[in-house]
């Protein structure tokens, strides 16, 4: 094989949070006499807390009440992912029992936070695959910015071109492209938009599709 490791976003592409957070983020601004602007709320997916803060109050404006929107969405989000089990999306435990037969170690690099990351993945059955997490919270620049990649990376002893890359948002695509890692996307809640189509990785539809194109290799 011409990789010597795998690294994988988490929300979206491992386990089918998105919709779970989404609905939350909604129920939030309900909750806060905010509107839920979708169009916004979308162009966050695949960044870390900070920027998620950033895009939200350029998104809203100054009349909100950034703190207290966050606190009740991160309350209401946390009383689920901290005590259900995400579902996992189709071909993943398929993909991650094929690497591991071949020898290939993975990691998560997520812009999740390390504490909710790890009980998703316990709760979810999937931290028995993975050798090595990064988190949001472990590096200065979030996704666009290819730093966690290069952590996941190093962590794995890998490097970066050497890796294969799995992510679903566009943010995260960019991320992983910039690490010079061989990039597949699987989309979820959004495409691809016009501009990170022209960054030359594999779109396919679920990671079955990609265990397929892997053994076809």
Same mark, same amino acid.
């Given at each position: 094989?011409?990789?010597?490791?795998?690294?994988?976003?988490?929300?979206?592409?491992?386990?089918?949070?998105?919709?779970?957070?989404?609905?939350?983020?909604?129920?939030?601004?309900?909750?806060?006499?905010?509107?839920?602007?979708?169009?916004?709320?979308?162009?966050?997916?695949?960044?870390?807390?900070?920027?998620?803060?950033?895009?939200?109050?350029?998104?809203?404006?100054?009349?909100?009440?950034?703190?207290?929107?966050?606190?009740?969405?991160?309350?209401?989000?946390? +009383? /689920?992912?901290?005590?259900?089990?995400?579902?996992?999306?189709?071909?993943? &435990? %398929?993909?991650?029992?094929?690497? !591991?037969?071949?020898?290939?170690?993975?990691?998560?690099?997520?812009?999740?936070?390390?504490?909710?990351?790890?009980?998703?993945?316990?709760?979810?059955?999937?931290?028995?695959?993975?050798?090595?997490?990064?988190?949001?919270?472990?590096?200065?620049?979030?996704?666009?910015?290819?730093?966690?990649?290069?952590?996941?990376?190093?962590?794995?002893?890998?490097?970066?071109?050497?890796?294969?890359?799995?992510?679903?948002?566009?943010?995260?695509?960019?991320? +992983? /492209?910039?690490?010079?890692?061989?990039?597949?996307?699987?989309?979820?809640? &959004? %495409?691809?938009?016009?501009?990170? !189509?022209?960054?030359?990785?594999?779109?396919?539809?679920?990671?079955?599709?990609?265990?397929?194109?892997?053994?076809?290799?």
């Amino acid at each position: 094989m011409n990789f010597q490791a795998a690294i994988f976003d988490m929300d979206g592409l491992l386990l089918d949070t998105e919709r779970v957070c989404k609905r939350i983020f909604q129920e939030a601004c309900e909750a806060q006499n905010v509107e839920f602007l979708e169009d916004v709320y979308l162009t966050i997916i695949g960044c870390n807390s900070a920027g998620i803060e950033k895009i939200l109050r350029e998104g809203y404006g100054p009349t909100l009440d950034y703190p207290a929107l966050n606190a009740e969405w991160r309350e209401r989000y946390n +009383a /689920v992912v901290k005590h259900q089990a995400i579902p996992v999306k189709e071909g993943v &435990v %398929e993909l991650l029992q094929w690497l !591991k037969a071949n020898n290939i170690p993975t990691a998560v690099a997520t812009s999740t936070q390390k504490d909710v990351a790890e009980i998703k993945l316990r709760l979810s059955g999937l931290d028995q695959y993975f050798d090595s997490l990064s988190t949001g919270c472990e590096v200065k620049h979030g996704k666009p910015h290819p730093e966690i990649y290069l952590l996941a990376a190093k962590r794995l002893g890998v490097k970066p071109e050497l890796c294969l890359a799995f992510e679903d948002s566009n943010n995260g695509t960019r991320a +992983a /492209v910039a690490a010079d890692m061989v990039t597949y996307q699987i989309p979820d809640l &959004v %495409e691809p938009c016009a501009e990170v !189509k022209m960054l030359g990785h594999t779109i396919l539809p679920s990671l079955t599709d990609v265990l397929d194109n892997l053994k076809s290799k």
